[in-house]
């Protein structure tokens, strides 16, 4: 993939609809991801994040509006090809339990095309990313949760994309290795690598995150840095939380 300049908008995301069945799920929205930075997409569940990643990495089809990356055409996410530059990591776990850890990453670096040194050199970076080198010829079913969370992202960065998606990547981890992930992120963000991280936890947003959008009810209602959020809401020095309250309201959502 060609290179992007630095706050360049490697994703533009125009007017996004999609509906279940009839139920508006987004409700066009639109916003950009600059290269090399690390964009948070807040919003309560069921606010339309799962949603719009699955839009973007063209898992979902019957959506309106637009989507391109690094200045193409718009709507070029239908094509093998075109999805091939992403890389999606799923809030659900996509493991295979009785397999090694190594071969999981060795079977998904071969469905993404790589082999031979190529593919033992992505393995190779992928177990140093998890933090995984010496659990790697162990079962994944022995693995703890953290261990998973870990192994499920290195699995969708194996092939280097130039669009990292990940679907809330920390749920249910303990400490270390949430801790783990965010240094991992951090690490892929310095090698200029680009990000685009879905979360509820504000406080996850307000330690990674370069820029965010807060989705609610399938529209985006704020965006920006954190301090420009703050000021948006009429709260300087509010933190992320305070803002994300603020603005989606305190009412429980169970969905």
């Known amino acids: 993939m060609a290179s992007v300049p630095p ?22 929205i639109s916003f950009d991801i600059r290269a090399g930075e690390i964009f948070g997409f807040l919003g309560p569940n069921g606010a339309g994040k799962t949603t719009t990643i699955l839009c973007i990495a063209g898992l979902l089809g019957a959506w309106t509006g637009g989507i391109r990356m690094n200045g193409g055409d718009f709507a070029p996410f239908r094509r093998a090809a075109d999805r091939a530059r992403l890389g999606v990591v799923p809030q659900e776990l996509a493991l295979y339990e009785e397999l090694t850890g190594r071969e999981n990453l060795e079977l998904f670096g071969r469905l993404y095309g790589l082999a031979g040194t190529a593919l033992g050199a ?21 693995y703890s949760g953290g261990m998973k969370r870990r192994l499920n992202l290195a699995l969708g960065d194996l092939h280097r994309p ?19 992930i ?11 690598r680009t990000i685009l991280y879905t979360t ?13 959008a807060v ?8 965006s920006g840095t954190a301090a420009e959020l703050a ?3 009429e709260s300087p020095g509010a933190t992320l939380e305070d803002v994300f309250l603020k603005l989606t309201g305190r009412k429980l959502r169970d969905e």
């Open 200 to 212: 509820h936890y504000m406080e996850e947003a307000q330690k990674l995150c370069d820029r965010v």
């Open 231 to 233: 000021q948006q809401v």
């Open 122 to 142: 992505a393995v190779t970076r992928a177990l140093a990313l998890s933090g995984l080198e010496e659990r790697a010829a162990d079962l994944v079913k022995k």
């Open 7 to 28: 706050n360049a908008a490697l994703l533009e995301v125009s007017e996004l609809s999609y509906a279940y069945d009839g139920r508006p799920a987004v409700c066009g």
């Open 182 to 192: 965010f240094e991992a992120l951090r690490g892929l963000r310095a090698e200029g």
């Open 215 to 222: 989705i609610h009810e399938g529209r985006i209602i704020g």
């Open 162 to 180: 130039g669009l990292l998606l990940l679907d809330e990547p920390t749920v249910g981890v303990d400490p270390q290795s949430r801790n783990h």
